[in-house]
Each structure stands twice: as structure tokens, then as C-alpha cells.
């Protein structure tokens, strides 16, 4: 996979990234969101595919993404399909930090070191081009102004920045709730982008034991009870604050 074009993870990541506080929006939901999205980015590639409500590798061979050929690794090492919930579900410790260590690599975001309580060591990260946000931003108001059916990219990058809760950061207010609305809407033009993006929504609403269809276009996921976890799918753990980084890890 060439590196000219950013992924949906980056892509994520950079619209949850304030400009000028350098911390993120909806933090604990952004980690489930850049699983997703990762798997959004593998369908694009012809790596995986849908089956049902489950993930299928298809072609295992790597993309040239590092962070994106370990994920197709571990789905490869699965052996057959994994349900979208169940993989999004599980441990991502330091995902957010490796796109973010990235995104400074590549000169998009720079670290500012800070501290907590005048104590603690942090680190934030801002953008050093914000025309790349603004470029990216653009595309959704595009979509979500004009009705017109975005391209696969654009639909799925909608559909999770929904999932995460994004929408009430992009368009706050009770001006933006008409395009937070639209937001949502834009779920249904990406078949594997609503797949992802309801099952993020799923593993936030503790819906991940009972086996479901594929969701129907536009169908939102409610609030459901918590379910017991599935064996062998570990708890998502809880995380707390702003994106900054506390301490060396």
C-alpha cells in the first residue's frame, strides 16, 4: 500500500485532535473507533472482507503498513472469521500512542511536553499543518452539505467518527444538530463502514455476547444492557482524561 494517502486511522485521529489544546475529543471511544477504522482501511485494500457479521481475511499478504499488517497478523493467526465486536472489544493498549508517534514522524503533529498538577510529565501533540484537519473536515461538510453519496472513504470515515461520538465535537451546539444528524445518516453508504461503526457503538453499549446480522442501512445501535462478555474476550479497560500521555511508558 503506498503512503501518498492517509488512512482511515490517521484520518480518525486528526479530526479528534484539538488544534490548540493538542488533546482529543472523546478519548476512550476514539481507541475502539481506530480498531474499527483499521479494519475499514484492510476491506479497502482487498486484505479482509465481510461474512456476515464477522471478518474474514481474504488476502493475507501485507500492505507495507506496519500498523495495519500487524492487525491482518493477528486476524490471520485467528484461523477463520472473527466477529467485528469481538475484535474491536479487545485490548488496544497503546494504539492511539503508536498513530500518534506516527503522525509525528511524518510531520504531521508535533510533541509538547507539559506536566499534570505541576507534577506529572505529559505529553500533547498538535498539528503542524492544520490545512491537512481542514482538508479532511472539508470532506465531511461536503458530504453532509450537498446529500451527495461520498466516496467509500469519506462514507466510512462519517460512519466512525459518529460511532465515537465525534459529532457533537465537530458540530457542538443545537446549530450543529442538524448536522449531526446528517453525520449519522452517512453510516448507510458504506457497507463496512456501518459494520464497524455499529459495532464500536455495541462495545460502548456492552452489546458484544449475542451473534447479530450485518445492520441494516441506517439502523442506529440503542442502548442495550450490558451483556456477559464472551469467553476469551478480554474486558476493555478503562481509561480515563485527555489523550495526554502521563509518564513514560
Known sequence: MGRSRRTIPE?????????TTGTTAQPQSLDLGLAGAQLVELALAGRIAPDGDR???VLPRPTGDPTLDSALELLRRRGSPVRAVHWIGGPRLGLRQ???THLERCGMVHAVAGQMCGVLPTTR???TDTAISREIRARLDSAIRTGVPPDPRTAALAALAHAVGLGKHLYPGNE????RSRLRDL??????GGLVAHAVMDVQNGVAAQPRRAPAPGRQAGAGAAAEPAAGVPAQPSRRGSMARVGAR
Open 11 to 19: 484520518e480518525l485521529l486528526l479530526l479528534a485532535l484539538d488544534p
Open 55 to 57: 471478518i474474514a481475511v
Open 98 to 100: 503508536t498513530y500518534l
Open 125 to 127: 501533540y498538535q498539528a
Open 176 to 179: 450543529g444538530r442538524s448536522s
Open 187 to 192: 453510516i448507510r453508504h458504506d457497507p463496512m
